[in-house]
């Protein structure tokens, strides 16, 4: 066992949490050693108690307890083993890669990261996207599983602090390509419901589902929050269905999804917000089409626009329609070159 040491945090490891950060600086740690530790109050932080989620800050002073020598302990798991078949489709997924990014058109179907009944996602397939680097790239957003699009990946642990920083503060932005039931109307507009989690967890999912508020309810209803979608109506077809571009100005769970079918133009495929496949929803076809169109959610992250981390240079990341979309626009007479550079010149 070693002594009791004080270690100084140094500015690239500020911003952490104090389990990642231990488990770097000592791998033979556990996370169950390092949670018995914040118990008790042996780890402490400026000789306070904390938690292994606090997040430490550059000078603190971390307090560490007698630890087990790294031969004292079993030795770390083996990385998670990706199959040949998944590593070759996630590395095809790779639209955009550079020292510092990798941003990939995650196909629909596809989870990000794990949660109930998810084994196969973003985060674990990435296993096999470090291309000679010690470590795999992180997750800085996510898309909801039946959502297709550019998803980034930073390769280091500055730069996915810096992005994360970048899209909280909305230094990055969004556009969505979705083809919706009906024609909204003004063509071109903004959706300011606010959302909060329906209650229960019913056979339709009502404990994931996300719930419109006018604005003026957002602040007395617990659990809400402001949210935000502009959009514009690039192509339709008579009064039936229309191409529609959407960027979120705030980054709430199934935002655009939500905020579409509460117009009334939800979009084509999405089962949780578009009602029943024969619902007919103004002059559209609900989220059905009566098997016209594929019946899987036409929601995709066309592009994401930001400064780069390091290099401070302009970068747009652009991914092209999934098959399903692909088709939907040939069956329909669009083309991806007919969108407008910025759809929203407009609104700004």
């Known amino acids: 066992m070693s002594g009791v040491q004080t270690i100084t945090v140094r500015e690239q490891d500020a911003g952490q949490r104090l389990d990642r950060w231990l488990k770097r600086v000592f791998p033979q740690l556990s996370q169950g050693r390092i949670e018995k530790m914040c118990r008790k109050g042996e780890l402490r932080v400026d000789g306070g108690r904390v938690k292994g989620s606090t997040r430490i800050e550059a000078g603190q002073a971390v307090r560490i307890p007698p630890l087990p020598k790294p031969g004292d302990q079993p030795p770390a798991p083996a990385r998670p083993r990706v199959s040949d078949a998944d590593a070759e489709m996630i590395r095809s997924c790779v639209i955009y890669r550079d020292d510092h990014i990798i941003a990939i058109n995650k196909p629909p179907g596809l989870a990000t990261q794990g949660g109930s ?22 997750l800085v957003h996510r898309l909801d ?28 932005r ?13 063509y071109l507009g903004e959706i300011k419901y ?18 419109c508020l006018h604005p003026r309810e957002v602040d007395r209803t617990p659990g809400a929050k402001r949210a935000i979608t502009q959009y514009a109506t690039l192509y339709r077809v008579a009064s039936r269905a229309a191409w529609v571009a959407l960027e979120p100005i705030t980054g709430r769970t199934h935002q655009l999804r939500a905020h579409m079918a509460e117009i009334g133009h939800p979009i084509l495929g999405d089962g949780k917000y578009g009602g029943s496949r024969q619902e007919n929803l103004g002059d559209g076809w609900g989220a059905g089409t009566g098997g016209l169109l594929s019946d899987r959610l036409h929601l995709h992250a066309r592009s994401i626009t930001l400064l780069h981390p390091v290099t401070q240079q302009p970068l747009t990341v652009t991914a092209n329609l999934p098959d399903h979309m692909a088709q939907t626009f040939v069956t329909l007479g669009w083309t991806p ?12």
């Open 117 to 138: 009944k998810q084994t196969r996602h973003v985060d674990g397939l990435a296993e096999a996207l470090r291309f000679g680097a010690d470590d795999k790239p992180r």
């Open 145 to 172: 599983k039946d959502t297709s699009g550019v998803l980034l990946l930073a390769r280091s642990r500055s730069v996915a602090q810096a992005l994360t920083a970048a899209i909280r503060h909305k230094e990055t």
């Open 174 to 186: 969004k556009i969505y390509w979705a083809v919706v039931a009906g024609v909204p109307t003004p």
């Open 194 to 211: 606010g959302l909060v989690k329906a209650p229960g967890h019913g056979k339709g999912g009502e404990g994931e589902k996300m719930l």
């Open 337 to 348: 070159d007919l969108a407008a550079d910025d759809p929203f010149a407009e609104l700004r």
